[in-house]
């Protein structure tokens, strides 16, 4: 899968934990909570309406650290054991580029981010994961499908509306039911091929006695499913 890919964790973030792209460029290291596996997110990267192209530094333009897009977009989530081992790994390599690239290596603290500690831009992923759909035989799925079926997943396993929106950050309970709710839209996670990607990452093992959280750890109190 996308394991040996650049975009592993981005992939993960997204179809795991249904975090927009522009959200999970700007996942810091510091966003993590460790003792208590959670995740924060705080900010988005974009651009910055009150800077000029002139006045960013180069290459930093459609990178400047921004508010997220709605005040409930600011939100703590459980991290699946699956993500959490995969950030675990990425820092591990953020810290040997740190002391291989001493003099060069920019200490932003991005998860996300190049060999060289810069920021990603929002569509550094496009390349390898087109070229993933077409490896793993997939449909030709936009980025953000892969949003829409963390979100899906959970509606149609009984998941409450208000859980789901709370999850993806959205302002309104109705917003979550009209946007991903859709039957038609459901056609996507009905593929025998993407149903696979899908077990595979949200019910695999992290080792031999450990069952992966996966998206269920949201369960508690008013994130219980609708009882029917």
Known sequence: ?????????????????????????????????????????????????????????PKTYTK???????????????????????????????????????????????????????????GYHFKYYKQLLQDLELPDLRWHDLRATASTTLLVAGFSPKAVSKLMGHSKEILCVDTYGDGRKLAAIKLDKLDCFIESIMLGETNENENVIGLCKIVVDEYLPIVV
Do not use: W
């Open 1 to 57: 899968g996308s394991k040996h890919t650049p975009i592993h964790l981005m992939v993960l973030f997204n179809v795991i934990m249904g975090l927009r792209c522009s959200e999970i460029i700007g996942l810091k290291y510091s966003d993590v909570d460790y003792i208590g596996q959670k995740l924060s997110v705080e900010r988005q990267l974009g651009r910055d309406k009150n800077i000029t192209k002139e006045m960013a530094a």
């Open 64 to 122: 400047q650290e921004i508010d997220v897009k709605t005040s409930s977009s600011k939100r703590e989530l459980d991290i699946p054991n699956i993500v959490f081992e995969a950030i675990l790994e990425e820092k591990k390599k953020y810290e040997a580029n740190k002391r291989r690239r001493k003099n060069y290596f920019q200490d932003l603290g991005y998860i996300c981010c190049s060999s060289y500690g810069r920021p990603r831009s929002k």
